[in-house]
């Protein structure tokens, strides 16, 4: 079982100025795209699956993977980034100010989010909560008995999922067994259109995860490396 986590490509935050709540990809998002496509489709291994935010910048980064492979998409609601509080038509600089504000937080009111928004308690449950559901629908799943470890029927299975550096960077710590923080994405820094690799490997009678490439963009060249 190998699991590929992409971050989507990078995507128009503002238009003329103002702040977009579902932001399409930009021109360099797209080429970005393609070129993760085209390395995914001339790898050694193909894909089985593709799951894939409902986000619109992960759903256009994960189409040409879809055109490449195949591979129908399939939609996971739950994998969509944290939820911001409604910033539609705001000043691009206004929202900058807000997160440059919110930087300087004690850590403990990192746990509740931004105001008006998605607290991290219930981003890092939900995301898990979905991971743990798309991995049990393929037959793995945490061993009850001993920690670290994965029950696994079908170790054949390849799945990219194509979603966000706050839920990749959730999902991979996760899975790794790391104790959460409510600063995933600064801990496990994933840029645009980059790839960061898992797979179960057999151990103690079972499986663990085991990381074997993060924040991968050797697809990309060094003008259209973006964060």
């Known amino acids: 079982m190998e699991l590929i986590f992409i971050r989507h490509g990078q995507p128009a935050w503002s238009v003329d100025g103002l702040t977009q709540p579902n932001p399409f990809l930009t021109e360099i998002g797209r080429e970005q795209a393609e070129l993760g496509a085209q390395r995914i489709f001339e790898g050694d291994h193909p894909l089985t699956e593709l799951?894939?935010?409902?986000?619109?910048?992960?759903?256009?980064?994960?189409?040409?993977?879809?055109?490449?492979?195949?591979?129908?998409?399939?939609?996971?609601?739950?994998?969509?980034?944290?939820?911001?509080?409604?910033?539609?038509?705001?000043?691009?600089?206004?929202?900058?100010?807000?997160?440059?504000?919110?930087?300087?937080?004690?850590?403990?009111?990192?746990?509740?989010?931004?105001?008006?928004?998605?607290?991290?308690?219930?981003?890092h449950d939900r995301v898990t909560g979905a991971l743990l559901g798309v991995l049990a629908e393929r037959g793995m799943r945490p061993d009850p008995d001993r920690e670290h470890l994965w029950l696994v029927d079908d170790p054949n299975q390849r799945i990219a999922i194509v979603a966000h550096g706050g839920t990749n960077a959730v999902a991979i710590g996760f899975l790794l067994g790391a104790a959460?923080?409510?600063?995933?994405?600064?801990?496990?820094?994933?840029?645009?259109?980059?790839?960061?690799?898992?797979?179960?490997?057999?151990?103690?009678?079972?499986?663990?995860?085991?990381?074997?490439?993060?924040?991968?963009?050797?697809?990309?060249?060094?003008?259209?490396?973006?964060?």
Do not use: C
Request: net charge negative.
């Open 51 to 123: 799951v894939v935010s409902p986000a619109l910048r992960s759903q256009e980064t994960a189409q040409p993977i879809s055109r490449l492979t195949g591979l129908p998409i399939e939609t996971v609601d739950d994998i969509v980034e944290i939820k911001m509080p409604d910033w539609t038509g705001k000043l691009e600089e206004t929202v900058r100010n807000i997160f440059r504000d919110a930087q300087h937080r004690p850590p403990e009111e990192w746990w509740d989010g931004l105001a008006g928004g998605e607290s991290f308690r219930d981003f």
């Open 180 to 227: 959460p923080t409510p600063w995933e994405w600064e801990r496990f820094i994933l840029y645009h259109a980059s790839f960061a690799r898992l797979r179960a490997v057999p151990l103690g009678g079972e499986h663990v995860w085991s990381l074997r490439t993060f924040n991968d963009r050797e697809h990309l060249p060094l003008d259209l490396r973006t964060r």
